[in-house]
C-alpha cells in the first residue's frame, strides 16, 4: 500500500510557475506508475500527467504540454510537477496518484491511491 500527499499548491498570476510535489510512503514506491489529475470547479477530473515506474517514459495531456513537467526520484519516494507559464485555465485541484501498473496509463481508474489534493489558482 502507498500513502500519497501532495504540497507546494497556491495562488499565482498568469504566466508564472509553481513546483507541486508528492511524497509516498512504503518501500515499494519504485513499483508504481505515478500520476498527476486535476478537478476544475465544476468539472470532472481530469488527467495531467504520468511517469512510468523507472521514470523513463512520460504522457502529458495534449494541454499542458510543453508547459509542465513531471519527474520522480525512486530514492527519496517523490513525484513533481514542474509548472511553467500558468494560465487561468490550469486552476484546479491538484491531485497525485500511484497505480499498480505495468506501463504508464491516462485512466484514473487504473491508479489506486489517491492524496488529498493540493489548490492551484492562477488569477489573469
Known amino acids: 500500500q502507498v500513502h500519497v500527499v501532495e504540497s507546494g499548491g497556491g495562488l499565482v498570476q498568469a504566466g508564472d510557475s509553481l513546483r507541486l510535489s508528492c511524497a509516498a510512503s512504503g518501500r515499494t514506491f519504485s513499483t508504481y506508475v505515478m500520476g498527476w489529475f486535476r478537478q476544475a470547479p465544476g468539472k470532472e477530473r481530469e488527467f495531467v500527467a504520468t511517469i512510468s515506474r523507472s521514470g523513463g517514459s512520460t504522457l502529458y495531456a495534449d494541454s499542458v504540454k510543453g508547459r509542465l513537467t513531471i519527474s520522480r526520484d525512486n530514492a527519496k519516494n517523490t513525484v513533481d510537477l514542474q509548472m511553467n507559464s500558468l494560465k487561468p485555465e490550469d486552476t484546479a485541484v491538484y491531485y497525485c496518484?500511484?497505480?499498480?501498473?505495468?506501463?504508464?496509463?491516462?485512466?484514473?481508474?487504473?491508479?489506486?491511491?489517491w492524496g488529498q489534493g493540493t489548490q492551484v489558482t492562477v488569477s489573469s
Open positions: 496518484a500511484a497505480g499498480n501498473n505495468l506501463v504508464v496509463t491516462t485512466s484514473s481508474r487504473r491508479y489506486d491511491y
